[in-house]
Structures are given as C-alpha cells and as structure tokens.
C-alpha cells in the first residue's frame, strides 16, 4: 500500500494555536452576550416551545415520570442550556407543578445562559413558579460549571 509523505503542516510546533487564539466556546459566549445586549430578543428566529406549550408539557410529564420511575428522590436538577425567554422550562414547570407538585419540591432549576437580558425574561417567565414553590427559583450558570454540582 503506497504511504503519502508525511505533511509538513502537521508537525508539532503548527498544531499550537496562533497567539492570542481563544477556546470557540469562549468566543461564542461573548458573542451571544454582545449580540443580545444590543438586539430585541430572539427577534430573528423562532422554536418550538415559542409556537405551542405541548412539547414542554410533554417533556415535564417524561421527567415527572422519569423521577417517579427512579424513586422519587428528594433532589433533583432540571438543568437547560440555551433556555432562550425561558418558554420551555415555564412550559415543563406549569405541568410539574399543576400534575406532579411532590416533584416540584424536589426541583432544583439550573439554567446556563450567558446573557444578561435573556437572564432577565428568564426570570420573568419563571418567577410565578418560584413564587409558589420557592426551591424553582433559577439558579444561573455561564457554562457547564453545572457539571460539578451533580457528582
């Protein structure tokens, strides 16, 4: 089988990053960031929770069942990433908490979300939630920082 000669873009001293390079994660993060301080929200697209409330209704009652499935234990995270206005999570909350309340209760809501005005309509779409059970008040995070939190 003939062999290519080895490429001589591929050697060690090229494959480090260019200075002053950043991890793609970080840059996208300020990037979201920049760009929703400075325009409405999500005023160029749409998804599905913003069309109709059946898909976070369904996905509540899978976790409902999901938990009840595991037990019932006494602590549990619904954590989302991305959450947009918060239209998915408020959609999951009002099923779990009209259907299931004993696992609202043990609902811990994590949220990782890195910009400022998308924090506040999450807040707004999940503060009637909080108000009736307290431990639904959204916990927010600027990355997988999440992950630690569940060991």
Not at 2 to 14: F, I, L, N
Not at 62 to 71: D, F, I, K, L, N
Not at 78 to 87: C, H, I, M, N
Not at 89 to 107: E, K, Q
Request: charged share 15%; proline share 11%.
């Amino acid at each position: 089988m003939p062999t290519c000669p080895p490429d001589p873009q591929s050697s060690p001293a090229s494959s480090a990053p260019p200075a002053g390079a950043e991890r793609l994660d970080h840059f996208m993060a300020r990037a979201n960031a920049r760009y929703y301080a400075t325009h409405p929200l999500l005023s160029d697209f749409i998804t599905a929770p913003e069309i109709s409330q059946v898909f976070g209704e369904l996905l509540g009652a899978w976790a409902a069942t999901v938990w009840a499935s595991m037990g019932c234990p006494s602590r549990v995270i619904l954590a989302e990433a991305g959450p947009g206005r918060g239209t998915l999570m408020a959609d999951m909350l009002r099923l779990i908490t009209a259907r299931v309340p004993a696992f609202a209760h043990a609902l811990e809501v994590h949220l990782v979300e890195t910009s400022p005005l998308m924090r506040e309509a999450q807040a707004k779409a999940l503060a009637p939630f909080a108000a009736r059970v307290p431990g639904l008040a959204p916990v927010w995070h600027t990355g997988w920082t999440l992950c630690r939190i569940i060991r």
